[in-house]
């Protein structure tokens, strides 16, 4: 398991999403005001206009974390 498949980074400005794009990580831009978008190096996976869009992007990307008296653990996830 990734950092990128299990954290999801999300910010209202785009300095804030490149660095999290730069990382290697999931990054959201939450563009409420329509913003234009920064001249940068790296852009966000995607763009948003609400919050209500957030859990649809994640939906397909859900793990399930068990607990270790389940058979679960460290590094032991089933995905939906």
């Known amino acids: 398991m990734t950092i990128r498949c299990t954290i999801a980074f999300l910010s209202s400005n785009g300095k804030g ?14 563009n409420r005001y329509n913003q234009l978008k920064e ?27 068990r607990h270790p008296r389940d058979g679960g653990g460290p590094g032991r996830a089933t995905e939906r």
């Open 39 to 65: 001249r940068l190096p790296w852009n966000p996976e995607r763009e948003i206009r609400s919050l209500a869009e957030l859990p649809g992007l994640l939906e397909h990307d859900r793990i399930i974390h």
């Open 17 to 30: 999403a490149y660095a999290a794009a730069a990382f290697g990580m999931r990054a959201f831009r939450c």
